[in-house]
Each structure stands twice: as C-alpha cells, then as structure tokens.
C-alpha cells in the first residue's frame, strides 16, 4: 500500500511558477508509475502527467506540455511537479496518485491518491 501526500500549491500571479512535491509511504514506491491530477470546480478530474518507475518516460497533457515538469527521486520517496508560465485556467486542486497496472493517462488505474493540494493563478 501506498499512502500519497501533496504540498506546494498556493497563490501565484500569471507567469509564476510553483513546484508541487508528493510525498510517499511505502517500500514499493519506486515500482509504481506516478501521475499528478487536477480538479477545478464543476469539472471532472483531469490527467496532467505521468512518470515511469526509473524517471525515464514521462508523459503530459497538451494543455500543460512545455510548460510543466515532472520527475521523482525514488530514494526519497518523492515526485515532483514543476509548474512555470501558470495560466489562470491553471486553477484547481492537484493530486498526486500511484498506479501498479498500466502505463496510462486513465485515472481509473490509479489505487492511490493524495488529498490534494490548491494551485490558484490569479490574472
């Protein structure tokens, strides 16, 4: 079992940056495929990126891609979202989650999921 916690977010102008960590319990972290998750009001949850369990393939929603970067250190148990040029639409509770079965973007393989952590980008 995997338990997920995020920290990070905040309030940041247009253009600014923030760095989101996920913290993880458990001995078989470096075996799970990572994924960060945002929700905005009134709106389904939605995939933002996903890392491999070595770090090496990394995968990102167009809406983000350019822009944010994700990575982990399996030695500290720790993935990592760095966001830069936020856009307002930016906006909304991100989540960490852990997934052991496919590669993919489907939040439904995801096991394991933080609480969330509050990215709001103010124009």
Same mark, same amino acid.
């Given at each position: ?10 309030? #940041? ?6 760095? =989101?960590? $996920? ?6 972290? &470096? ?6 998750? %945002?929700?905005?009001?009134?709106? *389904? %949850? *939605?995939?933002? &990126? =996903? ?15 350019? %822009? ?12 990592? =979202?760095?966001?830069? &040029? ?9 989540? $960490? ?10 939040? %439904? ?9 509050? #990215?709001?980008?103010?124009?």
């Amino acid at each position: 079992q995997v338990q997920l916690v995020e920290s990070g977010g905040g309030l #940041v102008q247009a253009g600014g940056s923030l760095r =989101l960590s $996920c913290a993880a319990s458990g001995r078989t972290f &470096s075996t799970y495929r990572m994924g960060w998750f %945002r929700q905005a009001p009134g709106t *389904e %949850r *939605e995939f933002v &990126s =996903l890392i491999n369990w070595s770090g090496g393939t990394t995968s990102y929603a167009d809406s983000v891609k350019g %822009r944010f970067t994700i990575s982990r250190d399996n030695a500290k148990n720790m993935v990592y =979202l760095q966001m830069n &040029s936020l856009k307002p639409e930016d906006t909304a509770v991100y989540y $960490c989650a852990a997934n052991n079965r496919y590669w993919s973007p489907d939040k %439904r393989f995801y096991d394991y999921w933080g609480q969330g952590t509050q #990215v709001t980008v103010s124009s």
